[in-house]
T-cell receptor, first 117, second 110 residues
Framework: KAGVTQTPRYLIKTRGQQVTLSCSPISGHRSVSWYQQTPGQGLQFLFEYFSETQRNKGNFPGRFSGRQFSNSRSEMNVSTLELGDSALYLC????????????????FGPGTRLTVT | LAKTTQPISMDSYEGQEVNITCSHNNIATNDYITWYQQFPSQGPRFIIQGYKTKVTNEVASLFIPADRKSSTLSLPRVSLSDTAVYYCLVVRTGANNLFFGTGTRLTVIP
């Protein structure tokens, strides 16, 4: 089974621009979560989508948004980029919420490294 | 959600057993303990999860005492490829949002 894929892997943007990152979950997984990882703040939860609905949201400003499509693929968007948005953005998919699964077991993709200049 | 505390770093020689302890004093009845491993520039990888007593899989063992206020991840006979950051998480039943702490950076020395 193919793992979680994220595109693009690397991205360089300028302050003020916006960016869209894409995530394809493992086949059959309907839950997709997004995380931001920086050296200073570590790994932080952004939001989770399940069956096209946002189910959980972390403590990030409204510039960070996401969506999920009917095929469970997800995108996250960051508008008006700031230098502090430079980070590794990780997507994770999970079976949890679909019954009979180990909760807390998420499968992470390789991440998209975003650099804001 | 219960905060977790674990050592910032540990060193071990190849072939030794490594035990990483995590404290979670405010764990609730419906919380599980989960451990992840992360290599540089990669996403975290699920290792093991438990509720109480002992859980073992092909990679590690997890020991949880009766009061559940701490847990210990045991890695048998580590190799150089086990050098990574290990995260202890408390996961609430019904929730799928993970809160990662600072983790323990394990360095395996030849």
């Amino acid at each position: 089974k193919a793992g979680v894929t994220q595109t693009p892997r690397y991205l360089i943007k300028t302050r003020g621009q916006q960016v869209t990152l894409s995530c394809s979950p493992i086949s059959g997984h309907r839950s997709v979560s997004w995380y931001q990882q920086t050296p200073g703040q570590g790994l932080q939860f952004l939001f989770e989508y399940f069956s096209e609905t946002q189910r959980n949201k972390g403590n990030f400003p409204g510039r960070f948004s996401g969506r999920q499509f009917s095929n469970s693929r997800s995108e996250m968007n960051v508008s008006t980029l700031e230098l502090g948005d430079s980070a590794l953005y990780l997507c994770a998919s999970s079976l949890y919420g679909q019954g009979g699964t180990t909760q807390g077991e998420q499968y992470f993709g390789p991440g998209t490294r975003l650099t804001v200049t | 959600l219960a905060k977790t505390t674990q050592p910032i770093s540990m060193d071990s020689y190849e072939g030794q057993e490594v035990n990483i302890t995590c404290s979670h004093n405010n764990i609730a009845t419906n919380d599980y303990i989960t451990w992840y491993q992360q290599f540089p520039s990669q996403g975290p990888r699920f290792i093991i999860q438990g509720y109480k007593t002992k859980v073992t899989n092909e990679v590690a063992s997890l020991f949880i005492p009766a009061d559940r206020k701490s847990s210990t991840l045991s890695l048998p006979r580590v190799s150089l490829s086990d050098t990574a950051v290990y995260y202890c998480l408390v996961v609430r039943t019904g929730a799928n949002n993970l809160f990662f702490g600072t983790g323990t950076r394990l360095t395996v020395i030849p």
